[in-house]
């Protein structure tokens, strides 16, 4: 998740609720097809505000989503009685002039905010000292400041990690311990990719959210589901093909063709990536070569609920660091019952680390628990239940969210979304070049599309 998201130090993705979600509606009214008509492609947050927008300047509008739900990306889940929980976005990054906290409001959901600032680390078993929590904190602003003269000083790209060990190299090796820590926690938790796959120039490329970061009290999952009524959506509908040609759009499923005057393509990056869908005419250099060099992050998430918090004589901090991580797997970890009192830890690992991990449920608990036994000693109890996330295995997703790998630049989003013949657009958050690997920049994006068509 950008060198102003930086500021904030690491993305965390848990959002619960008292209560849950109840089922989309699948069918709206038909709108009135005086301007023309237009399937949106995926019914994620970019599909549904451009087809929102759409169906308010007077299109006819069909979302096709290959989900048997809505909302992409975001989706919620339960996780034992009164509880659910976010898989995947879950945060309001900034909630000043940001349409996502502005859209909850219009909708009625209510919003919580955090303080991912309050944070315990652990080493060894035990809490860090306040002399050594602060020589992180001195280590993690050396750090930010070497990025920042890295930037300024090179013309030519290089892959982050290059930057680190190079950078590294000249610390003790009790910093090179923090530092990798920070390696882990600050950037690929928070872009969701390896450090040898990001661009030193445009990783943290990103514009800044102003305000503070909130999450949505009863799951993200509603705010699709909600915006979704009044829209006619096809659920179970998977694109194999896009034909767009000066005179329209036809979209091949396994089922039949659906035509129309134009498209928007809301499809994530993955799936683009993936090539399971053919556009013909295939798309231009620019398109396929932005494409490719952007990167798709994983950050895969663990949900442990327990029969009590075994950890709240030790500490009540939202965040949960473990300097001492193997590898910086299960380096950090969310404390839920900090923030809504609820026994539930939630567990990050990112990209390399998280398609490392056993695809066995069992055995992933197992080593989970195990981390945490380090942590707290014997007194870490058998989970009650748990949720695990696998969005790279994913086939509607194939990842969590874009970001600037080795040679791309904020260039390649605006290139992704230029529009093709005046028949087909494009939105999700990878083609936003100031708002990428965002909810806002999601929404943003098909608000952009969908200006772009009605400009037809």
């Known amino acids: 998740m950008p060198l102003t998201r930086r500021s904030s130090l690491r993305l965390v993705a848990a959002t619960l609720a008292s209560f849950g979600v109840g089922a ?57 009685e009164g509880l659910t929980i976010d898989l995947g976005a879950s945060w309001i990054h900034g909630t000043t002039d940001n349409p996502v906290a502005a859209l909850a409001a219009e909708l009625g959901i209510a919003t919580v905010g955090t303080e991912l600032q309050d944070h315990d680390m652990f080493t060894k078993g035990a809490t860090l000292s306040e002399s050594d929590d602060d020589a992180l904190a ?25 930057f680190f060990e190079s950078w590294v190299s000249a610390l003790s090796p009790l910093d090179q311990e923090r530092a990798r820590y920070l390696l882990v926690t600050e950037i690929e938790h928070e872009y969701a990719a390896d450090a040898s796959r990001l661009s030193l120039l ?157 695809t066995d449920d069992a055995a992933l608990v197992a080593l989970a628990l195990e981390d945490l036994r380090t942590m707290f000693g014997s007194r870490v109890s058998e989970p009650v239940a748990f949720v695990r996330t696998r969005w790279g295995a994913d086939p509607f997703a194939r990842g969590s969210y874009s970001a600037f790998g080795v040679g791309s630049t904020p260039a390649d989003a605006q290139a992704l979304a230029r529009p093709l013949e005046g028949r087909l657009f494009f939105a999700g958050e990878h083609t936003h070049p100031e708002n990428p690997a965002t909810t806002h920049g999601a929404w943003q994006s098909g608000q952009r599309a969908a200006a772009e068509l009605v400009a037809t």
């Open 202 to 358: 445009s990783f943290d490329a990103a514009r800044a959210g102003r305000g503070s970061e909130a999450m949505l009290k009863g799951g993200y999952a509603q705010l699709a589901e909600r915006v979704a009524k009044g829209l006619d959506v096809r659920l179970g509908v998977v694109v194999e093909r896009i034909a767009y040609a000066a005179n329209g759009v036809k979209i091949h499923t396994p089922g039949m063709v659906f035509e129309a005057d134009r498209a928007v393509c809301a499809l994530p990056l993955g799936v683009l990536k993936s090539g399971n869908v053919v556009f013909e005419p295939p798309l231009p250099s620019s398109h396929r070569a932005a494409i490719d060099r952007l990167e798709v992050g994983v950050l895969d998430k663990l949900f442990l609920r327990f029969a009590s918090p075994f950890w709240s004589d030790a500490t009540n901090a939202q965040m949960l660091g473990r300097l001492d991580a193997p590898v910086g797997r299960f380096a950090e970890w969310v404390n839920l019952h900090a923030l809504v009192g609820e026994p539930v830890l939630l567990g990050f690992n990112a990209r390399r680390i998280a398609e490392q991990l056993p």
């Open 138 to 162: 001195a280590l993690s602003k050396k750090f930010a400041d070497g990025i920042d003269a890295a930037q300024e000083a090179r013309n030519d790209d290089v892959a982050l990690l290059a």
């Open 24 to 80: 989309c509606s699948r069918r709206g009214g038909t709108p009135s097809p005086s301007r023309g008509s237009v399937i949106v492609l995926g019914a994620g947050l970019a599909g549904l505000a451009a087809a929102r927008s759409l169906v308010a300047a007077g299109y006819a509008v069909t979302v096709l989503e290959a989900r048997g739900r809505v909302g992409g990306r975001t989706a919620s889940a339960p996780l034992g």
